[in-house]
């Protein structure tokens, strides 16, 4: 877990997600849609600053769902894909990676 805020955790899970596509050949370039799950809804304003941040404009299609809690603590979880395929194991090791952190 990343100490700090929504935000804080946020920008951590997008390093994460950063790395995997790096991995695979893929770029935030290629994301078309990310959803972001929040514990608080009140976080939405400064996850939506780091998510300005990290994407260039046009950005990928974002949905923000309130949920009443997530696995492994109140920590923003975001779920991203690239427009082409990527393996089985880099998506498992990108999904476990996100959800860790």
């Known amino acids: ?3 700090g805020g929504a935000a804080d955790q946020l920008r951590q899970a997008l ?3 950063r790395a ?3 991995e695979a ?3 935030f370039a290629q994301v078309v849609k990310a959803t972001l799950f ?3 809804m009140d976080d939405f304003a400064s996850c ?3 998510w300005v941040e990290a994407f260039e404009a046009p950005r990928p299609t974002r949905s923000a769902v309130a949920v009443a809690a997530l696995p492994l ?3 923003p979880r975001s779920s991203s894909g690239p427009t082409r395929r990527l393996s ?3 998506l498992a090791r990108g999904v476990a990676e996100l959800v860790a952190h």
């Open 1 to 3: 877990m990343v100490d």
């Open 15 to 17: 390093v994460n997600a």
């Open 20 to 22: 995997v596509l790096d």
């Open 25 to 27: 050949g893929a770029t």
């Open 38 to 40: 929040l514990v608080n």
């Open 48 to 50: 939506n600053e780091v």
């Open 73 to 75: 603590g109140p920590s």
């Open 88 to 90: 089985r194991r880099v």
